[in-house]
């Protein structure tokens, strides 16, 4: 189960890029998983945290949040995953999310109280990387060698600290996020 916060905090993800793109072309999934992706290598270079706890993955087309990835196939109507996450948390956090002609759109704005100003920042530079991408540039610009790695592994889980040097933080930044990670599931 997704801790409460942090289902709100995807829930505000989501929402927020969605809402940014609303009835664009842009607003496929392909677009919404690559802007939440280069959110979260953006988040941890510049603030050395994670934007949230959503672990990356390496699916065929290129990395992907997890928990993202399956809220929109959920709001797609995806049977597997609705059945996987009927009881996570998930469900709420794709509820407000509407799906038609590979297009999503929200049913609602996202609640700013769970976003602060540095996840904003990142939001706002990786939708604007990504909303003039291509789907074979998305492709292309994805996949480096932290993905290659990834891919051939049975979880398919992208290392934060991979993720973050390829985006062009230095080994202080490295060491510093590690340490902090470390905390953080010393105390989760």
Request: include cysteine.
């Amino acid at each position: 189960m997704i801790d409460r916060n942090e289902i709100s905090t995807l829930k505000a993800v989501l929402l927020y890029i969605i809402n940014g793109w609303n009835g664009t072309q842009k607003c496929d999934v392909y677009h919404i998983v690559k802007a939440a992706f280069y959110a979260q290598e953006f988040h941890l270079v510049r603030y050395m945290r994670p934007l949230c706890k959503d672990n990356i993955v390496a699916l065929p087309y290129g990395p992907a949040p997890s928990a993202i990835y399956d809220a929109l196939k959920i709001a797609r109507g995806d049977a597997r995953a609705i059945a996987f996450h009927e009881k996570d948390g998930l469900m709420e956090v794709a509820a407000p999310i509407a799906f038609s002609d590979e297009i999503f759109s929200t049913k609602e704005l996202p609640d700013m109280d769970y976003l602060s100003r540095s996840q904003v920042d990142c939001l706002d530079s990786a939708m604007h990387k990504v909303g003039g991408m291509t789907f074979d540039e998305l492709v292309n610009n994805t996949h480096q060698s932290e993905w290659k790695r990834a891919i051939d592994t049975p979880s398919k889980r992208m290392s934060f600290l991979a993720i973050a040097r390829e985006g062009g933080a230095d080994e202080s930044t490295i060491d510093y996020i590690k340490q902090s990670l470390e905390l953080d599931h010393i105390f989760a």
